[in-house]
Nanobody
Framework: QVQLVESGGGLVQPGGSLRLSCAAS????????MAWYRQAPGKPRELVAG???????DYANSVKGRFTISRDNAKNTVYLQMNGLKPEDTAVYYC???????WGQGTQVTVSS
């Protein structure tokens, strides 16, 4: 059974940083395309960043230059380093494996002074 458990969210001031983690079980992250999504209140879920099996990465224009997706294959964990956070980054963040329909519970990120 595939499980994705996100953590690392919290309240941070504008300009601050957070690192989100997504611990996967029941699957191998290096054998799949992994991605981070986010959903703000009243808005549809949107793709934030992805990392392919070969390690190449891609980002939404809104986060390019500020967010970095990475993975630790030994820990079977995907990360999202978020720097220069803005109030519009406030959302629940989810990770997702392309081969499976499962979503985790998400982790709340709130950027506010």
């Amino acid at each position: 059974q595939v499980q994705l458990v996100e953590s690392g969210g919290g309240l941070v001031q504008p300009g601050g940083s957070l690192r989100l983690s997504c611990a996967a079980s029941g699957m191998i992250i290096s054998a799949d395309v992994m991605a981070w999504y986010r959903q703000a209140p009243g808005k549809p879920r949107e793709l934030v960043a992805g990392i392919a099996r070969g390690g190449s990465t891609d980002y939404a224009n809104s986060v390019k230059g500020r967010f970095t997706i990475s993975r630790d294959n030994a820990k079977n964990t995907v990360y999202l380093q978020m720097n220069g956070l803005k109030p519009e980054d406030t959302a629940v963040y989810y990770c997702k494996a392309s081969k499976y329909p499962n979503w985790g519970q998400g982790t709340q990120v709130t950027v506010s002074s």
